[in-house]
T-cell receptor, first 112, second 116 residues
């Protein structure tokens, strides 16, 4: 159930599965990338970030991979739990600017 | 340590009225950002401020919208003469400062504006 694209696709997984959420970013001048989780009615919650001089970074149950050659970012969630159900956004920051440019997100649905 | 605070959480206005949205950044954060989100869409940057200065307002509509971050008190996003198209969720974020390791933006819970 892997999804691609930036038009709010939905990824449905079973509890305990690993999830992979993909994002294609637009600007080769971007030097900083963040994944946010947004639950219904709440603000975006920081998950993990990565700078352009890295290609992988790991957190607790999450891993972000960056492929600058094809301008692709992915978020891997290990042992997905029902509490992981939310919309996930990637965001990029271009060198010299402070604003974040967000993708349209991926909805993750985790079934017990 | 309190996070980014926004109020009100919900705001209902009639067309032509003014909307004022407030944002208090996290303690120790001196950089504030405002974003707008329409349903089923990602967040769109509006404006970036430091204390008493607007640094980047490239995402702000040219008319009716203004923002400030005074020396004392919260940041304010002001929308004059609201129209139905202004209905959206408005999020504020803050960061410690610019520069590697300091630039992570943390978001508040948002203000949902409904224009009748």
């Amino acid at each position: 159930g892997e999804s691609v694209g930036l038009h709010l696709p939905t990824l449905s997984v079973q509890e305990g599965d690993n999830s992979i959420i993909n994002c294609a970013y637009s600007n080769s001048a971007s030097d900083y990338f963040i994944w946010y989780k947004q639950e219904s009615g709440k603000g975006p919650q920081f998950i993990i970030d990565i700078r352009s001089n890295m290609d992988k970074r790991q957190g607790q149950r999450v891993t972000v991979l960056l492929n600058k050659t094809v301008k692709h970012l992915s978020l891997q969630i290990a042992a997905t739990q029902p509490g992981d159900s939310a919309v996930y956004f990637c965001a990029e920051k271009v060198t010299g600017f402070q604003k974040l440019v967000f993708g349209t997100g991926t909805r993750l649905l985790v079934s017990p | 340590n309190a996070g980014v605070m926004q109020n009100p959480r919900h705001l209902v206005r009639r067309r032509g009225q003014e909307a004022r949205l407030r944002c208090s950044p996290m303690k120790g954060h001196s950089h504030v950002y405002w974003y707008r989100q329409l349903p089923e869409e990602g967040l769109k940057f509006m404006v970036y401020l430091q204390k008493e200065n607007i640094i980047d307002e490239s995402g702000m509509p040219k008319e009716r919208f203004s923002a400030e971050f005074p020396k004392e008190g919260p940041s304010i996003l002001r929308i004059q003469q609201v129209v139905r198209g202004d209905s959206a969720a408005y999020f504020c974020a803050s960061s410690i400062r610019q520069g590697e390791g300091q630039e992570t933006q943390y978001f508040g819970p948002g203000t949902r504006l409904l224009v009748l």
